[in-house]
């Protein structure tokens, strides 16, 4: 059974970091590209970062470049999003999702997904 399972999230002040892990399971984690995306309140889910074995991140969001990093433990097969500086409109549901061997910033092209961790930023 494939699974990715998010946690990490929570309510921080403006300025501060958060750092959201994804563990997948149920597949083979060298094949797929794990994305962040997140959705806030009224708004459409948007791809936020994108990483896959053996290539360089791929940043979708012009507002997270220089404040999120996406990493992997591949011994874990744990995806990360290290958030830095965070921003009032970065409150979200974040949610990673799994696509084989390529990213893509649409969701619907993504075949798995997780639950969701809550990221709330108050000002």
């Known amino acids: 059974e494939v699974q990715l399972v998010e946690s990490g999230g929570g309510v921080v002040q403006a300025g501060g970091s958060l750092r959201l892990a994804c563990v997948a399971s149920g597949f083979n984690f060298d094949d797929y590209a794990i994305s962040w995306f997140r959705q806030a309140p009224g708004k459409e889910r948007e791809g936020v970062s994108c990483?896959?074995?053996?290539?360089?991140?791929?940043d979708y969001l012009d507002s997270v470049k220089g404040r999120f990093t996406i990493s992997t433990n591949n011994a874990k097969n744990t995806v990360y999003l290290q958030m830095t500086n965070l921003k009032p409109e970065d409150t979200a549901v974040y949610y990673c999702?799994?696509?084989?061997?390529?990213?893509?910033?649409?969701?619907?092209?993504?075949?798995?997904w997780g639950q969701g961790t809550q990221v709330t930023v108050s000002s």
């Open positions: 990483v896959t074995i053996g290539r360089s991140p791929t």
């Open positions: 999702a799994a696509r084989y061997r390529r990213c893509s910033a649409y969701p619907s092209l993504n075949s798995y």
